[in-house]
């Protein structure tokens, strides 16, 4: 249902008080939900430790809402990076009246006096009609993705077939479903979702993109050691072959088209490069001609992944141009890669941005500076497309 004149104008009565105590409201609603564990296990709670970026990303996004509550199409690729999140974690239609009792509830905490019946009501219907819109969405991916060959809707058994280590930081897991079965082919640039039951920690949900060309054999995920990842230090440690993971279909709007239009730029540091490895592969098997620049930073070559491989793709692909750069490069790197990071300056002399679409995916400091840098430099939103392991935080999305 339509939300009426009334409630939008009492939504967008709220955009200063959102922006003074946002970020107060989204912590208080996830403390709320959160004392419930069948909810608090839908979240990755990485997200929710010292960083707080859910919270900052979920305070930017009903502050967005709000201001554009009387145009909402303007958030139509915010609603659709939202709905694929959910798909991944397998969000239903039966848990959306708790996150509605939580944040109403959140709002009259922080807010007080202030939060009238007028405003609590209007919020509620604002809340339940995006809420119909993400139902409609995620039911639609969920439906999909169940019909297509090899697709399966829920937790999907794994078998990790082989792993391989591609740095000092990077190891690469192999999966091959428990079943025998085929699987869903990917959209490159797509990632899995799994949910993992590790000693001394509640359940544990994490999002790790998969790296390997689409196949209907199985995928490859490629994880970085993070310093106290309770799951990457897991796996890196513990997950041989044979070791069983359970994964919920692939998801995701950061895709490479099917047929690309325009030439294509792929950007990333560190294990960024995980996703566009994905697109590299299918751009050097289906459209090896079409004009792609890959340009990738790392630390140094020791950290580097996947070096190899780009250089093997970017010799079979005549379209294809690949350079790396080494941030501090050892004596035994030089020559190996460009010394220093990717830079808007180097964008501009080196590939076409009157022309590219650039995909871009790295450290949130990275995409800070090359988003930003490649809007500066007239490169219109339409072409930049870009993904970042965890929520996008409030500088990210201004």
Same mark, same amino acid.
């Given at each position: 249902?339509?939300?009426?004149?009334?409630?939008?104008?009492?939504?967008?009565?709220?955009?200063?008080?959102?922006?003074?105590?946002?970020?107060?409201?989204?912590?208080?609603?996830?403390? !709320?939900?959160?004392?419930?564990?069948?909810?608090?296990?839908?979240?990755?709670?990485?997200?929710?430790?010292?960083?707080?970026?859910?919270?900052?990303?979920?305070?930017?996004?009903?502050? #967005?809402?709000?201001?554009?509550?009387?145009?909402? %199409?303007?958030?139509?690729?915010?609603?659709?990076?939202?709905?694929?999140?959910?798909?991944?974690?397998?969000?239903?239609?039966?848990?959306?009246?708790?996150?509605?009792?939580?944040?109403?509830?959140?709002?009259?905490?922080?807010?007080?006096? &202030? %939060?009238?019946?007028?405003?609590?009501?209007?919020?509620?219907?604002?809340?339940?009609?995006?809420?119909?819109?993400?139902?409609?969405?995620? &039911?639609?991916?969920?439906? &999909?993705?169940?019909?297509?060959?090899?697709?399966?809707?829920?937790?999907?058994?794994?078998?990790?077939?082989?792993?391989?280590?591609?740095?000092?930081?990077?190891?690469?897991?192999?999966?091959?479903?428990?079943?025998?079965?085929?699987?869903?082919?990917?959209?490159?640039?797509?990632?899995?979702?799994?949910?993992?039951?590790?000693?001394?920690?509640?359940?544990?949900?994490?999002?790790?993109?998969?790296?390997?060309?689409?196949?209907?054999?199985?995928?490859?995920?490629?994880?970085?050691?993070?310093?106290?990842?309770?799951?990457?230090?897991?796996?890196?440690?513990?997950?041989?072959?044979?070791?069983?993971?359970?994964?919920?279909?692939?998801?995701?709007?950061?895709?490479?088209?099917?047929?690309?239009?325009?030439?294509?730029?792929?950007?990333?540091?560190?294990?960024?490069?995980?996703?566009?490895?994905?697109?590299?592969?299918?751009?050097?098997?289906?459209?090896?001609?079409?004009?792609?620049?890959?340009?990738?930073?790392?630390?140094?070559?020791?950290?580097?992944?996947?070096?190899?491989?780009?250089?093997?793709?970017?010799?079979? %692909?005549?379209?294809?141009?690949?350079?790396?750069?080494?941030?501090?490069?050892?004596?035994?790197?030089?020559?190996?890669?460009?010394?220093?990071?990717?830079?808007?300056?180097?964008?501009? #002399?080196?590939?076409?941005?009157? !022309?590219?679409?650039?995909?871009?995916?790295?450290?949130?400091?990275?995409?800070?500076?090359?988003?930003?840098?490649?809007?500066?430099?007239?490169?219109?939103?339409?072409?930049?497309?870009?993904?970042?392991?965890?929520?996008?935080?409030?500088?990210? %999305?201004?």
């Amino acid at each position: 249902m339509p939300l009426s004149d009334a409630t939008k104008a009492t939504v967008k009565a709220t955009v200063p008080a959102l922006e003074q105590h946002g970020l107060e409201i989204t912590r208080r609603m996830y403390e !709320r939900m959160f004392r419930n564990p069948e909810i608090r296990d839908l979240f990755n709670q990485s997200h929710h430790g010292e960083t707080g970026s859910q919270p900052k990303a979920l305070a930017t996004a009903v502050l #967005a809402y709000a201001r554009n509550i009387d145009n909402l %199409a303007v958030l139509g690729a915010a609603v659709e990076r939202i709905a694929q999140k959910h798909a991944g974690l397998l969000i239903l239609p039966e848990h959306y009246p708790h996150v509605a009792e939580a944040l109403l509830g959140a709002i009259g905490d922080v807010l007080g006096e &202030a %939060a009238t019946p007028e405003i609590l009501a209007a919020w509620g219907e604002a809340y339940w009609a995006l809420a119909e819109i993400l139902i409609g969405r995620e &039911a639609q991916i969920y439906r &999909a993705t169940a019909a297509a060959p090899g697709g399966w809707q829920g937790w999907r058994r794994f078998v990790v077939a082989e792993r391989v280590r591609e740095s000092d930081l990077i190891t690469s897991f192999r999966l091959r479903p428990e079943d025998g079965g085929r699987v869903l082919r990917h959209k490159p640039g797509q990632y899995l979702t799994f949910r993992l039951g590790l000693p001394g920690h509640t359940l544990l949900k994490r999002n790790y993109s998969i790296s390997s060309a689409p196949d209907d054999r199985g995928y490859r995920i490629s994880v970085k050691r993070e310093q106290g990842g309770a799951v990457s230090n897991w796996l890196h440690d513990q997950a041989g072959p044979g070791t069983v993971l359970e994964a919920a279909a692939p998801a995701g709007e950061f895709v490479l088209p099917e047929a690309p239009e325009r030439p294509v730029v792929l950007l990333s540091g560190g294990v960024g490069l995980t996703p566009l490895l994905s697109m590299l592969e299918v751009i050097a098997a289906r459209h090896p001609s079409l004009e792609t620049h890959w340009a990738h930073g790392a630390l140094d070559g020791a950290t580097q992944a996947f070096g190899e491989r780009v250089a093997a793709l970017a010799q079979a %692909a005549p379209g294809v141009t690949a350079t790396t750069f080494h941030e501090a490069p050892r004596p035994e790197d030089r020559g190996r890669a460009e010394p220093g990071r990717i830079t808007p300056d180097w964008l501009r #002399a080196h590939t076409p941005l009157d !022309r590219a679409d650039y995909y871009l995916c790295g450290p949130k400091p990275f995409l800070r500076v090359l988003v930003g840098g490649l809007a500066a430099a007239g490169v219109p939103a339409q072409r930049i497309h870009y993904e970042f392991f965890g929520p996008a935080d409030e500088l990210l %999305a201004a």
